[in-house]
């Protein structure tokens, strides 16, 4: 625990002026971001008698072992560099959201010829335009369902609709009238796009033209005695009108609204948004966060919009937004907003009438949210609590196990000999930490001398980022774990055990790897997969843990984790290795000119028997390039012609001109090349 006066600016050399900053850790991490209308005032509260400062402030000023700041010219600009620091360096002490859920959005692909209708996930894309997020998926599809039948616009994927572009017939919904079928051109891309449009202006909330129009157009109709005519287009009105009816009316029409209500105790906070639209709920989202920080209601409401329009821009922002309560800098956090939307934005409490009432809709929600989250999460932090204690007392260690690393090595008949290594901390994956390994010391098959390898290697690498370019102290000044932004080097952290796939001589042998590298604090174990035993160094017998053991749940967890993750990454390699040919051995020669040597010569029969300067005629293949693929196709033996076992054909040519839109690399070599490695 640091002192936080050892590392208190001097007095008069904090600037008077807005800024962003900084606390870090021993190890140079950030810990945690803030900004500032004054830094001077700002930072001198943290550097208070520690009895007077909140729990968690006083244990993040503790924790830091040092403060940087940067000035900015103005509120608006240190709240932007705010939010792309906790972006960034994803402080530990900083408030941060995370969904309790993936919401989709119907999502409409204006970027493209003829634009798709789909549900989307994830982040978001350019020249797509999105509505939502829904709660469920299947919302989305009820209301496009009904809405193709007025706006028949494409919801196929590509690979639908180019095989029905080229066999000339469209989908059933093309058959059914759902869609205008403009793969086999029954609709121009102007007239479709024109479809999309439409769809998309009425999915935004313009709706009451739109059904004014169909309206007028259904009299016409009746009128001139064109009766199916009209009898379809009122079909039309009456499935807009079900499908407006999914999305309830609570404001005005022409509200364009967010509204953010915060439900929270002392250590949580869950936040509900609701999307208003044209008066209508169009979506909602919601998010749940630990409070870190020292954080009030308008803390967690500035934090939230931080979040939700850190990376919007235009109409994705609302000309409105309402809160329960307004954060410190209003005016600074109005204009950010005005800017990102290109726009006036109000930012206010609501304090009567219809929205005030939808307001305390969203913070019943944001209550049930949070409820529903802290009963989940009891249970799983119990549940992983035990598992951690339980492995902890089997295996005699001092302490839970907070970070665990388990190896498994991977091959296919002692050929492409590869190992993972995945870490879980808290007993959850860490999935950013994982790494793979190709053995390098030997070939073959042995399982033992691979793990001591892999061990070897990870530790190995641990001790050089540790000891830097020599023996390292804290008076030089250098941190060997983090690099100079903050970010954590890999293999900077070591686990508190090592779990291992395998028996007595696997476990051995990490053990051995350990012990050569003088690494004393670090446990080892391995778990056979016959009988689910855990094995200890240097023990005869092993440790049997109950079935119903949450412990060895957990230890079965890493250990197949690190079996899958192996196994994906050896059939990768494997497959690489059946694919390549002659030409991928050459140095420098890239994809692209690979596919231009073989497609300018036919085959890479033609090309072995071309010139020097044959070869350099091909654009981009230099006479270096040229004497280096020459080189390389003379050192290699063609293999003998391969045989079309359906027909008895013999194919002499060892490469096949590659098809216009053929993908790369699949097809190098014949059947008797891609067995062996050039």
């Given amino acids: 625990?640091?002192?936080?006066?050892?590392?208190?600016?001097?007095?008069?050399?904090?600037?008077?002026?807005?800024?962003?900053?900084?606390?870090?850790?021993?190890?140079?991490?950030?810990?945690?971001?803030?900004?500032?209308?004054?830094l001077r005032q700002r930072l001198a509260n943290y550097f208070q008698d520690l009895a007077s400062l909140h729990p968690r402030t006083a244990t993040m000023v503790t924790t830091a072992a040092s403060v940087e700041w940067?000035?900015?010219?103005?509120?608006?600009?240190?709240?932007?560099?705010?939010?792309?620091?906790?972006?960034?360096?994803?402080?530990?002490?900083?408030?941060?959201?995370?969904?309790?859920?993936?919401?989709?959005?119907?999502?409409?692909?204006?970027?493209?010829?003829?634009?798709?209708?789909?549900?989307?996930?994830?982040p978001k894309k350019k020249g797509v335009r999105y509505f939502g997020p829904y709660g469920h998926a299947w919302a989305i599809r009820e209301t496009v369902d009904l809405?193709?039948?007025?706006?028949?616009?494409?919801?196929?994927?590509?690979?639908?609709?180019?095989r029905s572009a080229q066999i000339g017939r469209p989908c059933l919904l093309g058959y059914i009238g759902k869609c205008s079928a403009p793969c086999v051109g029954r609709v121009t891309p102007e007239e479709h796009r024109e479809l999309a449009e439409d769809f998309c202006d009425?999915?935004?909330?313009?709706?009451?033209?739109?059904?004014?129009?169909?309206?007028?157009?259904?009299?016409?109709?009746?009128?001139?005695?064109?009766?199916?005519?009209?009898?379809?287009?009122?079909?039309?009105?009456?499935?807009l009108?079900?499908?407006?009816?999914?999305?309830?009316?609570?404001?005005?029409?022409?509200?364009?609204?967010?509204?953010?209500?915060?439900?929270?105790?002392?250590?949580?906070?869950?936040?509900?948004?609701f999307h208003v639209r044209g008066g209508r709920v169009r979506g909602q989202r919601g998010w749940v966060t630990d409070k870190v920080e020292a954080v009030d209601t308008a803390g967690l409401v500035e934090h939230a919009l931080q979040q939700l329009y850190g990376e919007e821009k235009g109409e994705a922002v609302p000309k409105e937004v309402l809160v329960p309560a307004l954060p410190e800098d209003t005016r600074a956090l109005g204009q950010w907003l005005a800017e990102r939307r290109g726009a006036?934005?109000?930012?206010?409490?609501?304090?009567?009438?219809?929205?005030?009432?939808?307001?305390?809709?969203?913070?019943?929600?944001?209550?049930?949210?949070?409820?529903?989250?802290?009963?989940?999460?009891?249970?799983?932090?119990?549940?992983?609590?035990?598992?951690?204690?339980?492995?902890?007392?089997?295996?005699?260690?001092?302490?839970?196990?907070?970070?665990?690393?388990?190896?498994?090595?991977?091959?296919?008949?002692?050929?492409?000999?590869?190992?993972?290594?995945?870490?879980?901390?808290?007993?959850?994956?860490?999935?950013?930490?994982?790494?793979?390994?190709?053995?390098?010391?030997?070939?073959?098959?042995?399982?033992?001398?691979?793990?001591?390898?892999?061990?070897?290697?990870?530790?190995?690498?641990?001790?050089?980022?540790?000891?830097?370019?020599?023996?390292?102290?804290?008076?030089?000044?250098?941190?060997?774990?983090?690099?100079?932004?903050?970010?954590?080097?890999?293999?900077?952290?070591?686990?508190?055990?090592?779990?291992?796939?395998g028996g007595q001589p696997q476990v051995a042998a990490a053990k051995r790897a350990l012990e050569e590298l003088g690494i004393d604090d670090v446990a080892v174990c391995g778990l056979a997969k016959r009988l689910e035993e855990v094995w200890l160094p240097g023990e005869d017998d092993p440790v049997v843990l109950p079935r119903t053991s949450e412990g060895l749940y957990l230890l079965q967890r890493v250990r197949d984790?690190?079996?899958?993750?192996?196994?994906?990454?050896?059939?990768?390699k494997r497959g690489k290795?059946?694919?390549?040919?002659?030409?991928?051995?050459?140095?420098?020669?890239?994809?692209?000119?690979?596919?231009?040597?073989?497609?300018?010569?036919?085959?890479?029969?033609?090309?072995?028997?071309?010139?020097?300067?044959?070869?350099?005629?091909?654009?981009?293949i230099g006479r270096k390039t040229a004497e280096t693929v020459a080189a390389a196709l003379a050192q290699s033996v063609p293999a003998g012609p391969a045989v079309n076992t359906a027909t008895g054909e013999i194919i002499e040519d060892e490469y096949p001109t590659p098809r216009v839109g053929a993908p790369p690399s699949g097809g190098w070599g014949t059947s008797s090349e891609r067995g062996t490695e050039q």
């Fill in 1 to 38: 625990m640091a002192d936080p006066s050892s590392y208190r600016p001097a007095p008069g050399q904090i600037p008077d002026s807005p800024g962003v900053y900084r606390f870090r850790d021993e190890h140079r991490r950030v810990i945690y971001v803030g900004k500032a209308k004054s």
């Fill in 70 to 122: 940067t000035v900015v010219s103005t509120e608006v600009e240190a709240l932007q560099l705010e939010y792309s620091w906790i972006k960034e360096y994803d402080p530990r002490f900083n408030v941060k959201y995370r969904d309790d859920k993936s919401y989709p959005s119907l999502a409409v692909t204006m970027n493209e010829e003829y634009p798709r209708v789909q549900v989307m996930r994830g």
């Fill in 147 to 162: 809405m193709l039948r007025v706006f028949p616009v494409r919801t196929c994927s590509a690979g639908v609709f180019k």
């Fill in 202 to 239: 009425f999915m935004a909330g313009r709706t009451g033209t739109y059904l004014s129009r169909l309206e007028q157009q259904m009299h016409e109709a009746a009128e001139e005695m064109e009766y199916e005519k009209a009898a379809r287009l009122r079909d039309d009105i009456g499935a």
């Fill in 241 to 273: 009108r079900r499908a407006m009816e999914k999305n309830a009316v609570v404001l005005a029409d022409a509200t364009d609204a967010d509204l953010i209500a915060v439900a929270e105790d002392e250590l949580e906070a869950a936040v509900q948004i």
């Fill in 344 to 501: 006036q934005v109000s930012l206010r409490i609501p304090q009567r009438g219809d929205k005030k009432a939808l307001m305390e809709t969203v913070h019943r929600n944001a209550q049930q949210s949070l409820a529903l989250h802290k009963t989940k999460r009891a249970s799983d932090l119990t549940t992983r609590s035990r598992a951690l204690e339980e492995v902890a007392a089997a295996l005699e260690l001092d302490s839970a196990p907070l970070r665990i690393e388990c190896f498994d090595i991977s091959h296919l008949q002692g050929d492409d000999v590869v190992a993972s290594m995945v870490v879980f901390e808290d007993g959850l994956a860490r999935k950013s930490e994982y790494r793979r390994f190709q053995i390098k010391s030997f070939e073959g098959q042995d399982d033992v001398r691979s793990m001591h390898e892999v061990v070897s290697r990870r530790f190995r690498r641990y001790l050089q980022e540790k000891l830097k370019t020599g023996e390292w102290s804290p008076e030089d000044g250098e941190d060997p774990l983090t690099e100079d932004d903050g970010r954590p080097k890999r293999f900077a952290y070591p686990p508190q055990l090592v779990v291992v796939d």
């Fill in 561 to 572: 984790e690190a079996h899958r993750f192996a196994i994906q990454y050896q059939r990768n």
């Fill in 577 to 620: 290795r059946l694919k390549a040919g002659p030409l991928d051995e050459v140095p420098g020669l890239g994809e692209s000119r690979r596919q231009a040597l073989v497609k300018h010569f036919g085959s890479v029969k033609k090309l072995r028997q071309a010139t020097i300067d044959q070869i350099c005629e091909v654009p981009g």
